[in-house]
């Protein structure tokens, strides 16, 4: 039986490199995107695409996408949760009005990088059930900012260490319903999420390709027992990240063991 992707921000750079990866395996593709480019992109990527406008940072938006995506083919095998956007408000910048009162940031980052892909995950994890105990295989878009700092855009980074920790933590507990759970880390990879300049200065040498971000997506999409798991994409190598090492015994203890005790109050 042919099997069903749902991809979010889909028109360009990763999403669309990943759709045309599985519609050449022959998987039926759902693009999401808000790009007015959409529809016209899905067109040519032929009859086994097919295009929902879909604003990830809505839930509405969300939902009927998938709803759509599910009523067009009777299932949803895969989710790519890659939607993402860069930092629209400067942190560093001026904090106050005309009148010298503090200024409410912009927070569409994190509404579009972190509320949308918990959209996404709840979204899929309910169609995952309507699979007859074949769960599902979701992936998140992380960063390598995931794991290291980058000063000029502190909420993207937030944002994509928050989906590390959201694999991680949510890896183990998934798949009890057969339901897995992967970060992909991409190093710099030229999209057009890069603002005008940045790809013209970045040193040829310290691009990774997009072959290397495919392979990661295919390593998880393929491996039906790995879950939890941080794809690091560097160059033409996949690295996959543990857990930085406990402080000490205690700290080992709180999560392992006082994972019983914590289970108490956060049921899973």
């Known amino acids: 039986m042919t099997k069903v992707a749902l991809i979010t921000g889909a028109a360009s750079g990763m999403g669309l490199a990943l759709a045309k990866d599985l519609l050449a395996k022959d998987w039926q593709v759902s693009l999401l995107d808000v790009s007015p480019k959409g529809p016209s992109i899905t067109v040519e990527l032929g009859p086994n695409a097919i295009y929902h406008h879909c604003d990830v940072s809505s839930w509405e938006s969300q939902a009927a996408a998938f709803a759509g995506t599910f009523k067009e083919w009777g299932r949803i095998d895969f989710a790519a949760l890659n939607a993402g956007i860069d930092d629209k408000d400067n942190f560093y910048g001026p ?155 205690s700290q080992r203890w709180g999560r392992e063991e006082g994972g019983k005790v914590w289970a108490l109050i956060y049921p899973s």
């Open 95 to 249: 904090t106050a009005d005309e009148k010298g009162d503090p200024v409410k940031p912009g927070l569409k980052t994190i509404d579009v990088n972190l509320i949308g892909v918990f959209y996404g995950i709840r979204l899929a994890i309910h169609y995952f059930r309507k699979n007859e105990g074949r769960g599902g295989k979701i992936v998140l878009t992380s960063s390598d900012a995931g794991l290291y700092p980058l000063e000029g855009v502190p909420q993207y980074v937030a944002c994509k260490h928050g989906l590390v920790g959201i694999t991680r933590s949510m890896g183990p507990v998934l798949k009890k319903e057969n339901i897995t759970i992967n970060s992909v880390l991409p190093a710099f990879v030229p999209t057009g999420l890069a603002p005008p300049g940045l790809i013209e200065a970045w040193p040829k040498e310290h691009i990774t390709p997009m072959s290397t971000v495919i392979k990661c997506f295919n390593m998880f999409i393929e491996d039906d027992e790995m879950t939890g798991q941080t794809g690091e994409c560097s160059q033409e190598t996949v690295y996959l990240r543990k857990q930085p090492e406990y402080a000490n015994e």
